[in-house]
């Protein structure tokens, strides 16, 4: 195993009595100083993951292994992992010191190393001066940086955080995404997030893991999940997505909506069915006849930054556009988009089919 995993999960099971699987055959590693993002809807298995890498819960199948040693039935606190819950999980008759330093006091340390500790940890999430403050006297914010100071107090190699912004009003949530991503950054330990939310995981994270049904659907940067995702169900979940049926004519040319266009994809077989992606940013309002697509305006919304604008073209695909342009319910227009913009996705594949076809591809050109 790399010297910089810190974290590794081998085909690992999770599943209760006989239900179906919590998670199914999931392998992935992670490596330390980096913000993971563990993104998908309830019941994938997200929560699951955080559970097992904090000890709470034990595979049922598989080997979880940390810094290259195997800790399935290592008990919590016996990890170098800490984890910060949903509802913050404080004690409201301790103040906010006391908050913080309760991990140390369990661990009876000194009181002179306590204080220097616990001031220490409230700088890192900018609450000098609130050592005294009742937890009932905090904001949301506030709460969820005593949280943190006394998960991060006891120094852990990983912190885990179960969505824990979700009770925070949208303006909040926002800055504290900020700060969150800050604040890993200054400690230069691994975080692992929970969200459902696909904005939050974009803007946060070094690394994405989609799930869902328990298995890991693609893995990768924000850019790699948002511009390559490899199946109908990540282009759908990351974002919005215009997913029309196509033909794979050859490489670099693909058919849909009646026409064929450039691409830049490329390793399918001769008029293999795809699917076909392309981002409501990625077009743009044209005259009728200068756009690759002509398109009848369904429905216009405006969403404060651009307007949302519905339309359909002749074989009755549906097209989002993001546009600053205002166009009126019913006009006649044409769409105009990149090569690139295009996004070609196989059938049913899986990310591991997606490597091994590439990597096919690039041994047979580099052969030729």
Same mark, same amino acid.
């Given at each position: ?282 077009? /743009? $309002?044209?005259?009728? *006849? ?6 009848? #305006?369904? %429905?216009?919304?405006?969403? !404060? &930054?651009?307007? /949302? $604008?519905?339309?359909? *073209? ?6 989002? #556009?993001? %546009?600053?342009?205002?166009? !009126? &319910?019913?006009? /006649? $227009? ?35």
């Amino acid at each position: 195993m790399d010297k910089n995993t810190i974290i590794r999960f081998e085909h690992v099971t999770k599943q209760y009595d006989d239900d179906p699987p919590v998670l199914d055959d999931v392998s992935f590693e992670i490596e330390r100083g980096k913000f993971y993002t563990l993104l998908g809807p309830s019941g994938c298995g997200k929560t699951t993951i955080l559970r097992l890498i904090a000890g709470f819960t034990e595979p049922t199948e598989g080997n979880i292994y940390f810094n290259g040693k195997v800790i399935n039935n290592v008990p919590p606190n016996q990890r170098q992992v800490n984890t910060v819950f949903q509802d913050y999980a404080l004690f409201p008759h301790l103040n906010v010191f006391e908050n913080v330093a309760f991990g140390l006091r369990i661990k009876k340390m000194k009181e002179s190393e306590i204080e220097v500790k616990v001031k220490e940890a409230l700088r890192f999430v900018n609450l000098e001066g609130y050592e005294n403050r009742e937890i009932n006297e905090m904001s949301g914010g506030q709460r969820q940086r005593v949280a943190i100071a006394r998960a991060i107090v006891n120094e852990p190699e990983v912190l885990l955080l179960d969505e824990p912004l979700s009770a925070l009003d949208l303006k909040l949530r926002t800055e504290m995404q900020y700060e969150l991503r800050e604040l890993q950054r200054r400690l230069g330990i691994t975080f692992i997030f929970v969200t459902h939310d696909q904005e939050e995981a974009l803007a946060m994270s070094d690394e994405i893991f989609v799930l869902n049904k328990g298995k890991i659907q693609q893995s990768g940067t924000p850019t790699d999940i948002y511009d390559e995702p490899i199946n109908r169900f990540v282009a759908e979940f990351i974002g919005e997505s215009n997913i029309v049926p196509g033909k794979m004519i050859k490489d670099f040319l693909v058919e849909f909506a009646g026409k064929q266009f450039e691409c830049v994809d490329q390793g399918f077989h001769p008029n293999e069915p795809v699917e076909i992606v392309i981002r409501p940013e990625d077009l /743009e $309002i044209t005259k009728r *006849d200068h756009g690759k697509l002509q398109v009848r #305006v369904d %429905s216009l919304l405006f969403r !404060g &930054v651009h307007y /949302e $604008i519905c339309c359909y *073209d002749q074989d009755g695909n549906e097209w989002l #556009v993001h %546009s600053t342009k205002k166009v !009126g &319910v019913g006009d /006649e $227009i044409g769409l105009h988009f990149d090569p690139e913009a295009i996004h070609v996705m196989r059938l049913g594949e899986t990310e591991e089919e997606f490597e091994k076809r590439l990597g096919a591809y690039h041994e047979v050109n580099h052969e030729k």
